[in-house]
């Protein structure tokens, strides 16, 4: 009996109909499988993954494969991204095993939980060097019925590598930073992470590495804050480094260049050729690193292409009580790309078709609700464009060919560095494919809304909306600040990781959802003028120390003192796809220690960047989101108090990206950062505890500033 049809989690409910007998997470399915003796077969993957519906669809729903896992074991599946807990646990299992890892994620476990052997992509027949999934079924059940010994042992092996790759803890002889209160010089950990990226950086495609290659803004904030630090050499090799990759992402197909937004990664060097799933902590993270791009280097596209994802997630992804759907999937009528993808007879009846017709704009057109309009000059109004014109515009301008470049059709890209925005018939043929394209089988949407990518989410947009003062994104970020107040947190104050409209809000809250919580709530703070965010963000931290610290080995566990024992409690301390919750929280309880004068935040990043001083030494790219807060913490964050009502003086510490600043303005707190500064109508500029003369004109402020944002 397949048990998966009542499951909120969209990924569980895509399995619904299998033949395999599924069971969801949980105590049931152990029961069964001791009582019963049998081992378990634990499945984990996520809505958007690809590669998880093609084994679905080769294994899970052929009947020969799921009367085999029904005979001779219990099956488990599980939705990586409500449970990180789990998938954290046996990823570390599966990457022990085979020194890699991915999704979908393939396990084995003894009754008690036990992993003792696992995969990613089992294909459904053998191929060399890869067995099948069925070889892999009979060959396990073997090994169960006539040498459990040896899985036993296996077991108590992986068990043992599990606990020491995922439980770090600080060696008190291991800090490398130096003196992180100031005293003392440390290293340069930023100008060590540009030294290691430039003998990965692609000089040509932008990105670190080969393919595939996936979008790192951490990575690119750190080149653009090097960059900017060099206020002599803007042209210097991490500016290359970060305006390459800026140009070549959005110029690839890995950006979408009629509706907005980056797909999760590309599979070679040009960025070309997606995996076309969006996620919504990929925009997160592009919307922060393009945003930088445009502050640092005044590039009109990088703004436009933080307006068009922005506009994407409001249109595609937004719910409408305030929060935003996780992802969409990457296939649509069972064909990966399908919905995105163009030939020149697409081409051609998007443009004819909508002849006569006045271009789209607000939220049925590409720019979605942010309300930009189309870009381009003004001087040949559409109206006066031939059909014939527009199109073969639109054809040159995306590099539309008969023959394609991908599986016949065409993936709409630009050359790197070429201009987003094109002359009127470009744009008007831009809004005509997009409205064909909407009439078109949309791909799946994973209807959750995440705590952690909200929260993520809601900190970038209000960071954009500070910068370019668009008040459609201040109510958007408020708003859905505001949602996850009301609908992810319980009476008690506990925070919850999940929620969907149809079943509310489920699953205990981890430290990455506490730790970008804490982050947003002090960016809407920065963003407000508010009080009542700061202290949320107060109250959050508080407990996220309460609940996820390790007070003896530094940093924080992944689950709560309070969530259920899975075999190993672990530590989230390596960049993924998205930054360690480790990392975040750090870089956000810096940040808040400066700005309410609270050491023990400050004492909490410490130890977490002491946590992790050796690999920050000699790795840093591993863990770069760390080296944020090791910076801040190294150097000392810059605290900016604009007191009274000075618009213009707030404005002129906006306009600037300052990576190393925090900004109090609006209602004032009990900080120390407000003494005898209330109503003022000036300007505040402090670092390295020492302040400069009070502000109370732009040009001050801003020379004062200039020597900040370094």
């Known amino acids: 009996m397949n048990r998966l049809a009542a499951e909120p989690s969209p990924y569980l409910r895509q399995h619904a109909d299998n033949p395999v007998d599924w069971h969801a997470w949980g105590g049931a399915a152990f029961e069964i499988a001791a009582r019963e003796d049998r081992p378990v077969f634990l499945s984990i993957?996520?809505?958007?993954?690809?590669?998880?519906?093609?084994?679905?669809?080769?294994?899970?729903?052929?009947?020969?494969?799921?009367?085999?896992?029904n005979d001779g074991f219990v099956s488990i599946k599980v939705d990586r991204e409500e449970r990180p807990d789990v998938d954290a646990v046996y990823m570390e299992a599966v990457q022990a095993l085979t020194g890699s890892g991915g999704w979908p994620l393939n396990v084995f476990l003894l009754p008690d939980g036990r992993p003792f052997y696992g995969g990613t992509y089992f294909p459904p027949t053998d191929r060399p060097g890869s067995p099948s999934f069925r070889t892999v079924l009979t060959a396990l059940r073997d090994v169960w019925e006539h040498r459990r010994d040896e899985i036993t042992e296996q077991a108590d092996a992986l068990a043992a590598a599990i606990s020491s790759?995922?439980?770090?803890?600080?060696?008190?002889?291991?800090?490398?930073?130096?003196?992180?209160?100031?005293?003392?010089?440390?290293?340069?950990?930023?100008?060590?992470?540009?030294?290691?990226?430039?003998?990965?950086?692609?000089?040509?495609?932008?990105g670190f590495g080969a393919a595939p290659k996936f979008p790192q803004p951490t990575l690119i904030d750190l080149a653009l804050w090097s960059a900017q630090e060099q206020s002599s050499d803007r042209s210097g090799p991490a500016m290359s480094m970060a305006t390459t990759t800026l140009d070549a992402m959005a110029a690839g197909g890995?950006?979408?260049?009629?509706?907005?937004?980056?797909?999760?990664?590309?599979?070679?060097?040009?960025?070309?050729?997606?995996?076309?799933?969006?996620?919504?902590?990929?925009?997160?993270g592009l919307v922060r690193a393009y945003l930088h791009g445009w502050q640092v280097t005044g590039n009109p596209d990088y703004l436009r292409v933080v307006e068009r994802t922005i506009g994407y997630v409001s249109r595609d992804l937004g719910t409408p009580e305030g929060g935003v759907h996780?992802?969409?999937?990457?296939?649509?009528?069972?064909?990966?790309?399908?919905?995105?993808?163009?030939?020149?007879?697409?081409?051609?009846?998007?443009?004819?078709?909508?002849?006569?017709?006045?271009?789209?704009?607000?939220?049925?057109?590409?720019?979605?609700?942010?309300?930009?309009?189309?870009?381009?000059?003004?001087?040949?109004?559409?109206?006066?464009?031939?059909?014939?014109?527009?199109?073969?515009a639109v054809s040159s301008w995306f590099a539309v060919t008969d023959g394609g470049n991908f599986d016949g059709a065409t993936i709409l890209r630009r050359p790197p560095g070429a201009p987003l925005v094109g002359p009127p018939e470009v744009e008007t043929g831009r809004e005509r494919l997009f409205r064909a394209r909407q009439a078109r089988t949309r791909p799946g949407l994973d209807d959750k809304v995440l705590t952690e990518w909200n929260a993520m989410y809601a900190s970038a947009l209000a960071e954009a909306a500070a910068a370019t003062g668009r008040s459609d994104w201040a109510d958007a970020a408020v708003r859905t600040g505001e949602f996850l107040l009301a609908h992810l947190r319980r009476a008690d104050g506990r925070w919850l990781r999940s929620w969907q409209r149809a079943a509310g809000a489920r699953h205990l809250a981890f430290a990455a959802d506490y730790a970008w919580l804490t982050d947003g709530f002090t960016r809407l703070g920065e963003l407000t003028g508010r009080a009542r965010w700061t202290e949320l963000a107060v109250e959050t931290a508080d407990s996220l120390l309460a609940?996820?610290?390790?007070?003896?080995?530094?940093?924080?566990f992944t689950t709560g003192n309070d969530a259920e024992a899975l075999i190993v409690r672990t530590k989230d301390v390596f960049d993924g796809a998205t930054p360690s919750a480790n990392a975040v929280a750090a870089?956000?309880?810096?940040?808040?220690?400066?700005?309410?004068?609270?050491?023990?935040?400050?004492?909490?990043?410490?130890?977490?960047?002491?946590?992790?001083?050796?690999?920050?030494?000699?790795?840093p790219v591993a863990c770069a989101h760390l080296v944020i807060a090791a910076e801040l913490l190294r150097r000392g964050v810059v605290e900016v108090v604009v007191s009274g009502d000075r618009p213009d003086l707030l404005e002129t510490v906006r306009k600037r990206w300052l990576p190393g600043a925090v900004l109090a303005w609006g209602e004032p707190t009990g900080s120390p950062l407000?003494?005898?500064?209330?109503?003022?109508?000036?300007?505040?500029?402090?670092?390295?505890?020492?302040?400069k003369a009070p502000a109370d004109d732009v040009r001050l402020l801003d020379r004062q500033l200039s020597g900040a944002s370094r």
């Open 45 to 69: 993957g996520y809505s958007a993954c690809h590669w998880c519906h093609v084994m679905a669809h080769e294994s899970f729903e052929d009947p020969a494969t799921a009367g085999m896992l």
């Open 165 to 206: 790759r995922a439980t770090l803890a600080r060696d008190p002889e291991g800090n490398v930073l130096g003196d992180l209160a100031g005293t003392g010089e440390g290293i340069d950990l930023l100008a060590a992470v540009v030294a290691q990226l430039s003998g990965r950086f692609d000089a040509r495609w932008g």
């Open 254 to 284: 890995i950006h979408d260049h009629l509706g907005g937004g980056f797909a999760r990664y590309s599979t070679d060097t040009e960025w070309l050729v997606p995996h076309f799933e969006k996620m919504l902590y990929d925009q997160a």
């Open 326 to 392: 996780s992802a969409e999937d990457a296939d649509s009528e069972g064909v990966e790309g399908r919905f995105y993808v163009w030939t020149p007879r697409q081409i051609a009846d998007a443009v004819r078709g909508h002849a006569g017709e006045e271009p789209p704009d607000g939220p049925d057109g590409p720019d979605g609700p942010d309300g930009a309009e189309s870009a381009g000059s003004p001087d040949v109004p559409a109206a006066a464009v031939s059909e014939e014109r527009i199109e073969q």
């Open 547 to 556: 609940l996820f610290r390790d007070d003896e080995g530094g940093g924080f």
């Open 587 to 619: 870089v956000a309880l810096t940040r808040l220690g400066a700005l309410t004068g609270d050491d023990r935040y400050l004492g909490a990043a410490r130890e977490t960047v002491e946590l992790l001083g050796p690999v920050l030494a000699g790795q």
């Open 674 to 691: 407000w003494l005898d500064r209330t109503g003022t109508g000036r300007a505040y500029v402090c670092a390295g505890n020492t302040c």
